[in-house]
């Protein structure tokens, strides 16, 4: 360690690094599932920075704070009544998931589609559990066929995702529900992304499959504030249809005025759950809603305009657009080089996620800098 900086010097040093991360005001990063927090969420959560979920018996308050976020993300999830905690994101949320699972079946195998996130592959390695990997259709969603033919007596879970990573599709939750029934088994939703779009969508005239606690087969679900929500990172959610389940994830600090621990981390900053709660309130239902319909009207724009330049793009269920190119190796390539920051695909095809920060007039941007590379490089 050296000796000690002044406060500019320190700003300065800081300020310099971070020119170097791109910025979603700029309207040019197109592959990110995170975007610029409400103003609300950030003002809440510098005033709670010095909060700190793990100790509930000091933050009483934040923990009620908390206990009234749950129950919104779970109102929005079709069961008000249930119980989790705001936690690091999907990838703490999925673990917590599959803890409990162990922790309350004898199974050690993981049923879920080839699309699912890489935070399962980390909760199996760290857990001891096996996944068990189910094919997905052509349109990318899971395979209940297949599902039902690796079903065995060590399986202890089901896992479907509603907004898969790559194509933001939505499995067929409603039939994993019924099967998870059946068998007796425990069901996963992951809808870190899918959790603040897909409840919106019926509403603004599209299709969406039955994903959530509605279904009574569902067990838990993962749902990140971070993402559409519009809360600042970290801000994941982890919600289970009721209090039982955490009972087998108990454990106690002796030295703690309130002894009894749930979650992975201990110390957990309040921030994430007191912006989160905000941003909520403030928003309510319709601010959602509005901010769901401009995501979608910006996809299905790009959607219509990519077929028109003769792209090959796949139809979209949510905000998240994948199309590809014979010369997409290329295409990717310039398209980098001009400032956008895309992603691609397992299959290699470019993937442009349409978050908040996209504009309509950085969707033209990006078509007209497609228009040129597809020109240049014929």
Known sequence: MEKAMQKE??????????????????????????????????EVFLKFIETNLGDTGIFRGTKQIEELAIRELGRLLGRENVKGFIVSGGTEANL???????????????ILPETAHF???????????????????KDKTLDIGDVKR??????SALVGIAGTTEYGTIDDIASLSEIALEENLHLHVDAAFGGFVIPFLEELGYPARQFDFSLKGV???TIDPHKMGLAPVPAGG??????EYLKA??????????????TIVGTRSGAGAASTLAVIKYMGREGYKDVVRECMNITFYL???????????????????????????????????????ISRTRQGEIRLVLMPHIKIEHARELLKDLKDITSEIQ
Not at 318 to 335: C, G, R, S
Request: aromatic content about 8%; charged content about 30%; some cysteine.
């Open 219 to 221: 067990d838990s679900m």
């Open 96 to 110: 917590m998931a599959l803890w409990v699972v162990r922790e309350t079946s004898k199974g050690r195998e993981i």
């Open 119 to 137: 935070s399962f592959e980390k909760a199996a390695k760290l857990l001891g559990l096996k996944l068990v990997i189910a094919r997905v259709k």
């Open 249 to 262: 994830v108990e454990s106690k600090a002796p030295y703690l005025i309130e002894k009894n621990q749930y």
């Open 9 to 42: 010097e320190v700003l300065k040093l800081l300020e310099s690094l971070s020119r170097k991360d791109a910025s979603y005001s700029s309207g040019r990063v197109l592959s990110s599932m995170c975007t610029s927090p409400h103003p609300i969420a950030t």
């Open 150 to 155: 690796k079903l065995s007596k060590n399986t």
């Open 303 to 341: 959607y219509a305009k990519l077929r028109e330049l003769k792209f090959q793009p796949i139809k979209p269920e949510m905000n998240i657009l994948v199309f590809t190119h014979p010369k997409v190796d290329q295409i990717a390539e310039k398209l980098e080089a001009k400032g956008w920051r």
């Open 238 to 243: 982890i919600l289970f249809r009721n209090g």
